[in-house]
């Protein structure tokens, strides 16, 4: 399953219920987990980021309707990144690079002859 680190920031309606975070969270991992998401942690931080979560998708369309939903919620605004393990690193690594098309000169990208003084 494809793994995402989600860094969630309050929004100003979620700084106001910030006391429900917690419950708030637990009600959002029962839905996901139902919905085939492996949550591997839920982490309030300092810093940049007030929430760091760790999570298993199902799919990619999966994890895109899951963060829909919470932000619907209003309470957070997100930043997904997906995050690849060493076999998965290796893998990618393994396969040859695309090789990249010719790049055509055209007359505006050619550069003027250069004049000797």
Known sequence: MPRYVVLYKFTDQGLKKIKDTVSRAA???????????????????EGHYDIVSIIESPDEASMMSGL??????GNVHSETLRAYNEAEMK????????????????????????RSA
Do not use: D, H, M
Not at 27 to 45: C, H, L, M, P, S
Not at 68 to 73: G, K, L, V
Not at 99 to 114: E, F, G, I, V
């Open 68 to 73: 829909f939903n919470i932000a619907q919620a």
């Open 91 to 114: 893998k990618a690594l393994s396969k040859p690079a695309a090789k990249r098309p010719a790049r055509r000169r055209t007359a505006s990208s050619r550069r003027p002859a250069r």
């Open 27 to 45: 009600a959002v991992r029962k839905a996901n987990e139902a919905r085939g998401f492996k949550v591997i942690g839920t982490y309030w931080t």
